[in-house]
Every structure is written in structure tokens, then in C-alpha cells.
């Protein structure tokens, strides 16, 4: 599954820099507009699209190593927050079946289904996320 979801970052006009020298791995990442459109947008806004294009930046890049020295998860303290899981049926970065997996591998203690929402919720379907949200704060 690791292999899947990198592949889709060596889009055409996505780009990485290599902050360190061109003999060592990349640095940072950028998506590219065509990338942002087709996976990230394709149900937002045209309108938004383009602004997103404006505002992107470099997303830093983190080595495995890197996250085992950072991230230290335990049920004290990540396992003690009540977590919620909003799935985006029409999600071409984090895929449905992948997004199921997330959730049977870390059971969230809510979860809610957008139909008809891309990878960028808020912006696909900006009046029904916060009524989920509700919903979920509710119960």
C-alpha cells in the first residue's frame, strides 16, 4: 500500500527539491496545479482551485527515521483522545478502501461518510462538513 500511495506524488508536474544536494534525497515536495486539480480539487470550485495553485508551498519530507524519532504514540496520551473519522467517498489522495483501512487499524470512536466531497472537504462541501462536525460533537 506504501507503494501506491508514493507513486501518485510522481505526478508529471509535481516537483521535489533537493535542499540538500542533488546526490542526496529530496528535501521538500510541491504539487503541481494539474496534480492539485485531478486528485485534491476535482469537486471544489474552479475559483478555489486556482487559489490553491497561488498558495501552495513546500511540504518538508520526513524519512522513516525522522517519524520514529518524533512521533512516539501510546495509549497515554494519542490512545486517551476521542477521535472522529470523517471519510470523503471521492477522495483521490487518501482512497476509500485505504481510508477504511485507517479506521480498522486506529478505530476512531465516530465516524461520518461525505458522499460527494473530494480530499479537500472544507472546500468541496463547505455547508456539510460543519454539520457533520456537529453532529459528531453532539453525540
Do not use: C
Request: charged share 20%; glycine share 2%.
Amino acid at each position: 500500500m506504501k507503494r501506491t500511495l508514493t507513486q501518485n506524488l510522481f505526478e508529471p508536474d509535481n516537483s521535489f527539491i533537493y535542499g540538500d544536494g542533488p546526490n542526496n534525497p529530496p528535501t521538500t515536495f510541491i504539487f503541481g496545479p494539474q496534480y492539485l486539480r485531478a486528485k485534491l480539487f476535482q469537486l471544489s470550485p474552479v475559483e478555489d482551485w486556482i487559489l490553491a495553485t497561488l498558495l501552495v508551498r513546500p511540504l518538508p519530507l520526513y524519512s522513516d527515521q525522522d517519524m520514529e524519532n518524533v512521533l512516539m504514540l501510546s495509549s497515554n496520551k494519542y490512545g486517551s483522545v476521542k477521535r472522529a473519522f470523517i471519510i470523503s467517498e471521492q477522495d483521490n489522495v487518501i482512497i476509500p478502501n485505504f481510508q477504511r483501512l485507517m479506521i480498522m487499524k486506529n478505530p476512531p470512536t465516530k465516524v461520518q461518510k461525505i458522499l460527494t466531497s473530494d480530499h479537500m472537504v472544507m472546500i468541496s462541501k463547505p455547508f456539510e462538513l460543519p454539520v457533520r462536525l456537529n453532529n459528531i460533537a453532539q453525540k
